[in-house]
């Protein structure tokens, strides 16, 4: 009796958070990577995030909010392949943001532990708007979420330049990667 007591006493002690969670994403909690692969070598390199909002709702597949990444705050670690990066393919002085706005969820964020789950939505880049599919692999603990989310971004066929040139020919999708470390906030 006294152990079911105590059973009972820590579930009620702990949070509940069911299965709809809230993020705030600001530059201090999130790092969004990208990847470019050419014939010779992989390029890396990173963007800010600007400000973002979150909302997952899987017992419903509902989804809102919006991350907003400022395409000016692209860096690849070369002045020179930077320049030309901003001026000449995202045209980041035109388009100085890409928006992501998430409509729905695929699967079931668990209240605490590990999750997989895909996120739908459209982003926002170059003057157009293109259905996305994120992937989502989320920790719950404590009331934080930490997640690693990654999705690839055709970019050619998205309407921006392809940079390959004649012998150096680049592939047509940029792998992006957001790690996002993120206190659950307003969740019901």
């Known amino acids: 009796m006294k152990a079911l007591l105590l059973l009972l006493l820590s579930v009620l002690a702990a949070p509940i958070y069911g299965a709809d969670y809230s993020l705030q994403l600001t530059p201090d909690n999130t790092k969004v990577e990208w990847t470019l692969t050419d014939v010779l ?20 597949g509902k989804a809102g909010g919006e991350v ?24 980041s002085a ?3 943001e890409a928006v992501f706005v998430p409509d729905r969820v695929e699967g079931k964020l668990a209240p605490s532990g ?3 789950v895909k996120v739908h939505g459209l982003m926002g880049i170059h003057g157009g708007h293109h259905e996305v599919i994120m992937d989502v692999c989320a920790n719950v603990a404590q009331g934080r979420m930490t997640a ?41």
Do not use: C
Request: aromatic residues 6%; proline residues 3%; without cysteine.
């Open 41 to 60: 070598h992989t390029v890396r390199g990173t963007f800010q995030v600007k400000r973002g909002s979150l909302r997952l709702d899987s017992d419903s």
């Open 68 to 91: 907003v990444v400022d395409v000016a705050s692209g860096a690849s670690g070369s002045g020179a392949r930077d320049k030309r990066m901003h001026k000449n393919i995202l045209e």
């Open 94 to 96: 035109l388009f100085p």
């Open 114 to 116: 590990a999750s997989r």
């Open 148 to 188: 690693e989310i990654s999705f690839d971004v055709p970019y050619v066929d998205w309407g921006l330049k392809d940079p390959s040139t004649l012998f150096l020919k680049v592939d047509k999708k940029v792998h992006v990667t957001m790690h996002v470390n993120a206190m659950l906030q307003g969740v019901s």
